[in-house]
């Protein structure tokens, strides 16, 4: 996987390079979140999928027994399905490790990824107005 290609083309290449389950729960995922919003948008950082709006949302990223999507901001969502099962002991970052056989459960990860959106909304919200007081 080259850096220099478009993001949505590496992703692409990572699903199909990881097959199986994995890839296909790759791809599950990454249907649900570019659904959840139109302003999101696909990115390649840490050779991982990232996915962003107005800020990073989520990392999706491979693992031998697991395909984890990582929330940076994530302990400050409202998480009522209980789908964070992972990273719980840290005070900003929370993630779902998604194992062979695990169902997506698409309408509450689309939720989670609303709240992510909205949560970086009205964060750069505030700093454009903390901005303008300090002027």
């Not at 990572?14 to 994995?22: D, K, N, S, V």
């Not at 999706?60 to 994530?74: D, L, N, Q, R």
């Amino acid at each position: 996987m080259t850096p220099s290609a478009p993001a949505a083309a590496l992703i692409d290449e990572r699903i199909a390079t990881l097959g199986g389950w994995r890839g296909d729960t790759l791809a599950a995922l990454r249907a649900v979140i570019l659904a959840a919003d139109p302003g999101i948008v696909e990115e390649w950082k840490w050779s991982n999928p990232v996915w962003s709006c107005e800020g990073i949302l989520c990392t999706g990223e491979a693992y031998k027994s697991a395909v984890k999507m990582t929330f940076p901001k994530g302990a400050s969502l409202p998480d009522p399905a209980g789908l964070f099962n992972a990273s719980l002991e840290g005070q900003v970052r929370r993630a779902i490790d998604f194992r062979e056989g695990d169902a997506v459960q698409a309408a509450a990860l689309t939720a989670l990824i609303q709240a992510a959106v909205a949560a970086n909304r009205a964060a750069k919200t505030s700093a454009a107005t903390a901005r303008r007081r300090t002027r």
